[in-house]
């Protein structure tokens, strides 16, 4: 069983950054693609980014050059670096792991994002 926990959520303004991260319970970075994913009111869930095992990064055009994964396998700990944040940012953000091989799927309790002046 994976537990995944995120943190770093809050209230910034337009042009403002954030960092979430994503404390995993085990040492899973090798075995799954890992992503953050958000869901906005009154919208379905989305992609927001994933980086497999191997390292290889996937991003929503949306978010492209300002948003950045990154993970430290020594902290378990997957992190996403949010820059020049517009308010359709706002949204509860999602921290994702797959396991490569069985495809079981876990998920975190969310932290909330809210972009606005």
């Known amino acids: 069983q994976v537990q995944l926990v995120e943190s770093g959520g809050g209230l910034v303004q337009p042009g403002g950054s954030l960092r979430l991260s994503c404390a995993a319970s085990?040492?899973?970075?090798?075995?799954?693609?890992m992503g953050w994913y958000r869901q906005a009111p009154g919208k379905e869930r989305e992609l927001v980014t994933t980086v497999t095992s191997g390292g290889i990064t996937n991003y929503a055009d949306s978010v492209k050059g300002r948003f950045t994964i990154s993970r430290d396998s020594a902290k378990n700990t997957l992190y996403l670096q949010m820059n020049t944040l517009i308010p359709e940012d706002t949204a509860v953000y999602y921290c994702?792991?797959?396991?490569?091989?069985?495809?079981?799927?876990?998920w975190g309790q969310g932290t909330q994002v809210t972009v606005s002046e």
């Open positions: 085990g040492t899973i970075f090798s075995f799954a693609t």
């Open positions: 994702n792991a797959v396991l490569i091989f069985s495809k079981i799927t876990y």
